[in-house]
């Protein structure tokens, strides 16, 4: 994925401050996140994310270094995983780390399970699920449409399609290839 520039960064925070901000806290760790509603003709698919960061958040306070918004369509139960996961995924792993979806997933399932009880964990996975499905699906039709100009490269779908594997397992669901 490419790395978010800073106008994409201010106006996401500026969005964020205008709405107001919510907390999360999950595994020692504390998201501040904004909810927005999209028509849906202005969202890529359902239960979307945005979130920006920049590529080296500054270590003592990466929360303030970006912005996190939440498609209302989320249910209500699961908008802090959801935001914690865009945090976690851009402004505690960063841009370049290999598998950061599975790896900021790895790390929320574990501490909902531990925090939230395993029933709240598992509805995350349910709708991760689906959301990985229709994210990879936008990323791939973008790549063949743009190229080297689209936002995302394969190994960003491919990412998408291991974290959406990690929540199959969760809920012990075989794992099949997808058929786009």
């Known amino acids: 994925m490419r790395i978010h520039e800073p106008e994409l960064i201010s106006q996401l ?55 996190v918004l939440v498609s209302s369509d989320v249910p209500e139960t699961l908008r802090g995983l959801w935001a914690m996961h865009e945090y976690v995924d851009f402004g505690i792993l960063g841009h370049g780390t290999v598998n950061r979806c599975l790896v900021s997933d790895q790390r929320i399932l574990t501490a909902a399970t531990e925090e939230l009880g395993p029933e709240l964990a598992s509805q995350y996975s349910e709708a991760r699920i689906g959301f990985y499905q229709d994210l ?45």
């Open 13 to 67: 925070q500026y969005v964020s401050e205008q709405r107001g901000t919510e907390t999360f806290t999950l595994g020692g760790l504390t998201v501040r996140y904004a909810t927005i509603d999209l028509p849906d003709e202005q969202k890529p698919f359902p239960l979307a994310v945005a979130a920006a960061f920049p590529e080296k958040a500054d270590a003592a306070t990466p929360m303030e270094a970006g912005a």
């Open 136 to 180: 990879a699906l936008y990323m791939t039709r973008e790549f063949t449409a743009k190229g080297t100009d689209s936002s995302y490269a394969p190994e960003d779908i491919t990412g998408c399609l291991t974290a959406m594997a990690l929540h199959q397992a969760a809920l012990e669901i075989p794992s099949l290839p997808p058929t786009y």
